[in-house]
């Protein structure tokens, strides 16, 4: 049986001069306990990645932004490490890895991010070391997999439009189905179904793109 946990399809991998080159380290406003690289100038990033992997990116560099549902996931796990020390945990959707970092730093026993696009895993690990933690496991797309064999899988804003939230709903109740407790952060996007989850935070938290903030919720799978 397949543990989800395997490698994806090799690829030419993206050097961590990339990320420290195109950003800079900041401190998410929930999450000052993590140093995190951000990108001031998005449409300069986009040009980059364009002329480093010779086409034009598939998806936005959500990887280099503090989005609000994984800073409030990140803030949770730092204020309850009881959920994930000494577990096994899988960052789904990291982007930059935010919440894996706070998982590791939280007591976690073993750490794993899963992202689409190279440069978020790439990102992973130049920001997991930039907070001195032990590398973590970084993956590709598991969605077309079985859920791993975790003890806790989080997610930050992933339901951020209806073909990304019809696509990994499902998944992460495979993955509670499977014994895996199921943290999901969001700032009120209109795809996550809350009759249907367990409210157990909730934080203001700035948006990544401006000065708005937004209320967002980390809700459990039951």
């Known amino acids: ?3 989800g946990l395997t490698d994806p399809v090799p690829e ?4 961590a001069t990339f990320v420290r080159d195109h950003t800079r380290p900041d401190r998410p406003s929930l999450v000052p306990e993590v140093t995190l690289r951000v990108a001031d100038d998005v449409v300069a990033l986009w040009e980059a990645i364009e002329e480093e992997q010779g086409a034009a990116p598939t998806d936005p560099p959500f990887w280099a932004a503090a989005w609000p549902g994984g800073q409030a996931l990140a803030r949770y796990v730092l204020d309850t490490p009881g959920s994930v020390a000494g577990r096994s945990v899988l960052d789904l959707g990291a982007g930059s890895g935010l919440v894996a970092v706070a998982a590791a730093l939280a007591g976690a026993a073993r750490v794993l991010a899963s992202d689409v696009d190279p440069f978020s895993r790439a990102a992973v690990a130049v ?3 930039a ?6 496991d970084v993956l590709g797309d598991v969605l ?3 859920p791993p064999a975790v003890d806790v899988v989080l997610a930050g804003d992933v339901c951020y439009d209806r073909v990304m939230s019809e696509r990994v709903l499902p998944w992460l109740e495979a993955a509670r189905a499977r014994g895996a407790q199921v943290y999901l952060g969001d700032p009120g996007r209109p795809y996550v179904p809350a009759d249907r989850l367990t409210s157990v935070a909730t934080f203001d938290v700035a948006e990544a793109e401006g000065p708005r903030v937004r209320r967002t919720t980390v809700w459990r799978l039951p």
Not at 12 to 15: A, K, L
Not at 131 to 136: D, F, L, M, T, W
């Open 131 to 136: 907070n001195g933690v032990a590398p973590i």
């Open 127 to 129: 920001n997991a070391e």
């Open 1 to 3: 049986m397949r543990s």
């Open 12 to 15: 030419r991998p993206v050097p």
């Open 144 to 146: 077309g997999e079985e």
